[in-house]
């Protein structure tokens, strides 16, 4: 499968690309690992008029600490986090993650801001130009239906990357360049939940950093996939837990990824949990209550009632870990 | 920058460092490192079988860090050091690994072997004393379709200290 072709930047400086990108923004992709785009470039689903390779700017990839803060530059990649000393001691859990969203070469390739705005997806979408010429191109492709729901105008594509869910549950920010200046926002608020536009960057934003606050409590990812290295999840899940001092739950997050058109945090279930002792009973509810909380759609083979079950066991058995006395 | 009827063909020369050495030449900027490699350079070990990222035939090493070809920019990699299966016998000595594949008969149809060699040396150079368990979940992302994968595991952990 060959490239579509495209004119093909390589600004030096993050305001060049800024301004490549909002100059054409509705024809033009930034290119970071490439291990998403390029793949739905030769399925034909996007062909940019210009592609603008943030590689090619220096100091985007970093991972440092600053004062009390943990900060991640998006270019970082993958293997990066996973072999930071720093990641290592102080979020574990991220350096772990790392390596559960694929394989090596994609570990070496993907990056952390790629990883967080992968676009999102759908068993009708993410095909080959030829297999979608069996229908008409589906409304995300640019047509005019939507195929998982037979109605036009809305995109039910589901999002499936795997650090976004952890990174929200350490209350991670992000820093944003545009046009207008630099903002920074809270990693949840990165997603509009709309499947067509997944991500709310504005016009010629770009991805520029990852911020996290100092560690508290403890955070577990589960990621159930068919195989296990090197797909994305059929529903995975970040538990973020800190007990309060005495036996009981503190402050609790529960975030779960490939269940909705981006992250997807089950407030219910969260505050079931706050305040109350690990009991089994709590479990069993709090689980329960979360399977009720998430609408995944038919975007892949795995039918919604089955992300529905496996996703409440994975959050009993992600609970349970918190029940033994010393977690690992 | 050609312009032919209504298209825009985009051209650059570009300069990759292959196997230690220097190749010149005017491509178009849309192709990728595999389609360069096999096509431009003649450098058929590396393999296309996916096309998509998830077979990892089509795997080189780039500054020592395993990478998928098949999703790489050929302009994308000028100045790094790339090397290909072909690039690992050192003057007409096979690597290593390449024995060890032999000798322990982990291949058969051979069309996984340069990436599996590739991904095992990237992967021993950064660790050079796994688990098996380690190993394994290292080539994870090469797919074989010949051998069921023990064989590969065996020659691989036969270079390490265990």
Known sequence: ?328 | MEVRGKEVVVKRIITLNVNGEEFEFLTEVHRTLLEVLREDLGLTGTKRGCDLGTCGACTVLIEGKPYLSCLTLAADVQGKKIVTIEGLAQDGEPHPLQKAFVQKGAIQCGFCTPGMILMAKAFLDENPNPSEEEVKQAISGNICRCTGYTKIVEAILSLTHK
């Open chain 1, 1 to 328: 499968m060959r490239l579509p072709k495209f004119e093909y930047l390589e600004p030096k400086t993050l305001q060049e690309a800024v301004r490549a990108l909002a100059s054409d923004a509705k024809r033009s992709v930034l290119l970071a690992g490439g291990t998403d785009l390029l793949v739905n470039m030769k399925h034909r689903v996007i062909e940019p008029k210009q592609v603008i390779n943030l590689k090619t700017i220096p100091k985007l990839a970093y991972v440092k600490n600053v004062k009390d803060e943990l900060r991640i530059g998006a270019l970082a990649t993958l293997h990066d986090l996973s072999s930071s000393r720093v990641i290592q001691e102080r979020f574990p859990i991220l350096s772990h993650v790392a390596t559960k969203v694929g394989a090596y070469a994609l570990q070496a390739m993907g990056t952390l801001g790629g990883n967080l705005c992968q676009g999102n997806r759908c068993r009708f979408y993410n095909q080959s130009a030829f297999w979608r010429g069996a229908k008409p191109p589906c409304y995300k492709a640019g047509g005019k239906l939507c195929h998982v729901v037979r109605k036009p105008g809305e995109c039910h594509s589901t999002y499936c990357g795997d650090m976004a869910p952890v990174l929200i549950a350490l209350e991670a920010q992000v820093r944003v360049v545009g046009p207008n200046g630099e903002r920074v926002l809270s990693l949840s608020k990165l997603y509009s939940r709309d499947g067509k536009r997944p991500l709310s960057l504005r016009k010629g934003e770009i991805l520029k950093e990852v911020l996290i606050p100092p560690p508290s409590g403890k955070t577990l990812y589960l990621k159930w996939r068919r195989r296990e290295s090197i797909e994305f999840p059929i529903v995975s899940l970040a538990l973020h837990i800190e007990k309060d001092g005495t036996e009981k739950i503190g402050k609790a997050r529960i975030i779960f990824s490939a269940v909705g058109s981006g992250p997807v945090e089950t407030i219910g279930a969260e505050e079931m949990l706050e305040s109350s002792s690990l009991d089994n009973r709590t479990i069993e509810r709090v689980s329960n209550q979360a399977a009720k909380e998430i609408s995944p759609m038919r975007t892949s083979i795995y039918s919604p009632s089955y992300k529905r079950r496996m996703a409440g066991i994975l959050l009993r058995q992600a609970l349970e870990n918190f029940q033994i006395p010393n977690p690992k």
